[in-house]
C-alpha cells in the first residue's frame, strides 16, 4: 500500500465501508490525509452504535474507580484504563468522568479525550466564580455533534448549595435567573468566555427550591446535547433546555411534579425519538419503572408518559445469582487497550432477541429486599438498560416488553453510568496534544 500513488489509493479506500474508513484514518498519518483532503468520509454514512457503559465505582476515601461494560467481541476494545494517556498525563487512572457526549469523555474538568481515536486535549483552567458566588460548586457539560462540527463546547452550570451560606441571592429569588449568566469553552477560539443566556417562559424555580438534601449530590446528574440545544438536568429535576446558537434558554418541569407519589430518583437520557427521563421507584414492595418523551411539537413542551411498568417480573425471572443465559454476555472490560479484527455485521448487540416479559399486578403478601438501578437509555432504540442488585444487567425493550440478560457487574457501589457511542471522527482544536 505505501507503493500506491495518491490517485489509487483513493479509490482502494474508496471502496471501504464508512466505518472500516474511519478506521483507517487511524492507521497512518498519510491515509487520514487523503482521506481528509478528498472528502471521503461523510459523518453522516457513519454507523451510530452502542459499544458499553463507562461506570464509575465509589470506593470509600479513594478516587473513584472508572470501569468500562461491554461484550467481548466489540471490535476496537476500550479499555477503562485509557492507557494511551499513560505517557502523558501522570496518574491518569485517578482522574474521573466529569461527563461525556457523543462519544468524547471530559476527565476531570481539564481533558477532553476521544478514546476511538485516542487523541485527548488540555483545556486552560476555568475563571474565577463571580463575586457572591464563591461558595457555589460547579457542573461541566460537553455540547459535541461529530455530525455537525469537529468543534465542541463545555458550558459550567453553577449549582446551588445545600446550605444557605453568605450569598447575594434570596431564597424566593428566582433560579436560573434571567438573564442566566455562566462561562462557556469554545474550541472554535480555545478560551473560556463569559455568556448570558435570556430565559423564554416562566421559571421553574427559586434558590430555596433548589437547595438539594444532604444525601443528594446534584454532581451525578446527566446533560443531553441534541440539535443544537443542551438540556441540563437541574437539581430540581426540572430541566433547562439551553440553545447555544442563540444564547436563549427555557425551563421544563420535571414530569413527576404532576404525581404525588415517591417517584424516585429522575434520570434524564436521549434515545431514538429525542430526550426522555426514567425513574425507578420502590412502590407494593416491588420496584416499578416510569419513562417519559419530551414531546417539543407544541407551543409548551411537555412530558409524555412512554412505560409505567412494575419490575417484580424482571427481579423473579433474573435473580442475583448469575447464570451464563447469554451466548455473548457482556463484561468489565478493565484490560489493556487491544484492537481485533470484526465485520459490519457484529456492529451492535441484537436487542431484539430476549425473553417477553408481561406486566403482573405486584404480589403484596411478598416484600421484595432487592433493589433495580437505572443504568440509562440505548441512544438510537427504545431501550433501557437496569441493573438488579448492582450485579445483573439486563435490558428492556420499551415497545416490545423484550427483556435481554447482558451480563454482570459484580462490583461494588456503581454510582454513575455513561452510555458509550464511539466517534471516529477527530475534534478540532488549537491545542497540540
Given at each position: 500500500m505505501d507503493l500506491l500513488p495518491d490517485d489509487l489509493l483513493t479509490?482502494?479506500?474508496?471502496?471501504?465501508?464508512?466505518?472500516?474508513?474511519?478506521?483507517?484514518?487511524?492507521?497512518?498519518?498519510?491515509?487520514?490525509?487523503?482521506?481528509?483532503?478528498?472528502?471521503?468520509?461523510?459523518?453522516?454514512?457513519?454507523?451510530?452504535?452502542?459499544?458499553?457503559?463507562?461506570?464509575?465505582?465509589?470506593?470509600?476515601?479513594?478516587?473513584p474507580i472508572r470501569?468500562?461494560?461491554?461484550?467481548?467481541?466489540?471490535?476496537?476494545?476500550?479499555?477503562?484504563?485509557?492507557?494511551?494517556l499513560r505517557d502523558e498525563i501522570p496518574?491518569?487512572?485517578?482522574?474521573?468522568?466529569?461527563?461525556?457526549?457523543?462519544?468524547?469523555?471530559?476527565?476531570?474538568?481539564?481533558?477532553?479525550?476521544?478514546?476511538?481515536?485516542?487523541?485527548?486535549?488540555?483545556?486552560?483552567p476555568f475563571p474565577e466564580p463571580w463575586v457572591g458566588m464563591e461558595e457555589f460548586d460547579f457542573n461541566f457539560f460537553l455540547a459535541y455533534d461529530p455530525m455537525v462540527s469537529p468543534h465542541f463546547e463545555v458550558v459550567l452550570i453553577p449549582l446551588v448549595p445545600s446550605i444557605r451560606y453568605t450569598i447575594e441571592f434570596k431564597e424566593e429569588s428566582e433560579w436560573p435567573p434571567s438573564p442566566f449568566?455562566?462561562?462557556?469553552?469554545?474550541?472554535?477560539?480555545?478560551?473560556?468566555?463569559?455568556?448570558?443566556?435570556v430565559r423564554e417562559g416562566k421559571a421553574a424555580g427559586t434558590i430555596a427550591d433548589m437547595r438539594c438534601r444532604f444525601d443528594e449530590d446534584p454532581r451525578l446528574r446527566h446533560a443531553v446535547y441534541l440539535r443544537g440545544a443542551l438540556y441540563v438536568h437541574c437539581q430540581n429535576d426540572a430541566v433547562m433546555r439551553m440553545t447555544l446558537w442563540n444564547d436563549k434558554y427555557q425551563m421544563i418541569k420535571s414530569p413527576t411534579k404532576n404525581n404525588g407519589s415517591n417517584q424516585g430518583v429522575v434520570c434524564l437520557g436521549k434515545s431514538q425519538k429525542g430526550v426522555y427521563c426514567a425513574s425507578i421507584s420502590q412502590e407494593n414492595s416491588w420496584p416499578r419503572l416510569r419513562v417519559w418523551l419530551?414531546?417539543?411539537s407544541g407551543s409548551e413542551m411537555e412530558w409524555i408518559l412512554k412505560s409505567d411498568v412494575s419490575l417484580q417480573t424482571i427481579v423473579e425471572n433474573f435473580p442475583s445469582a448469575y447464570t451464563d443465559r447469554c451466548n455473548m454476555p457482556w463484561i468489565?472490560?478493565?484490560?489493556?487497550?487491544?484492537?481485533?479484527?470484526?465485520?459490519?455485521?457484529?456492529?451492535e448487540w441484537d436487542f431484539e432477541r430476549g425473553i417477553v416479559l408481561h406486566e403482573t399486578n405486584d404480589d403484596k403478601t411478598t416484600t421484595c429486599n432487592k433493589s433495580v438501578f437505572f443504568l440509562?437509555?440505548?441512544?438510537?432504540?427504545?431501550?433501557?438498560?437496569?441493573?438488579?442488585?448492582?450485579?445483573?444487567?439486563?435490558?428492556?425493550?420499551?415497545?416490545?416488553?423484550?427483556?435481554?440478560?447482558?451480563?454482570?457487574?459484580?462490583?461494588?457501589?456503581?454510582?454513575?453510568?455513561?452510555p458509550y457511542t464511539p466517534s471516529w471522527m477527530e475534534f478540532e482544536n488549537n491545542c497540540s496534544s
Open positions: 479509490v482502494v479506500l474508496g471502496r471501504l465501508t464508512p466505518f472500516s474508513l474511519a478506521e483507517s484514518r487511524c492507521v497512518r498519518k498519510s491515509w487520514c490525509d487523503i482521506i481528509d483532503t478528498r472528502r471521503l468520509l461523510r459523518a453522516n454514512l457513519l454507523p451510530v452504535r452502542l459499544d458499553g457503559f463507562f461506570l464509575i465505582e465509589d470506593v470509600p476515601c479513594l478516587t470501569h468500562f461494560f461491554s461484550r467481548p467481541s466489540t471490535g476496537c476494545k476500550i479499555s477503562s484504563h485509557l492507557d494511551f496518574l491518569h487512572d485517578c482522574l474521573w468522568i466529569s461527563d461525556h457526549c457523543n462519544g468524547l469523555l471530559f476527565l476531570s474538568e481539564t481533558f477532553v479525550v476521544n478514546p476511538a481515536t485516542r487523541q485527548w486535549v488540555s483545556l486552560p449568566t455562566t462561562y462557556v469553552f469554545s474550541s472554535r477560539r480555545w478560551r473560556w468566555e463569559e455568556r448570558s443566556f419530551l414531546n417539543e468489565l472490560n478493565d484490560n489493556n487497550d487491544t484492537c481485533e479484527a470484526w465485520t459490519e455485521d457484529e456492529l440509562g437509555f440505548h441512544p438510537y432504540k427504545e431501550i433501557v438498560f437496569l441493573a438488579g442488585s448492582l450485579s445483573r444487567v439486563v435490558s428492556y425493550h420499551l415497545n416490545s416488553s423484550k427483556v435481554q440478560e447482558l451480563g454482570i457487574l459484580n462490583r461494588g457501589y456503581i454510582v454513575k453510568s455513561y
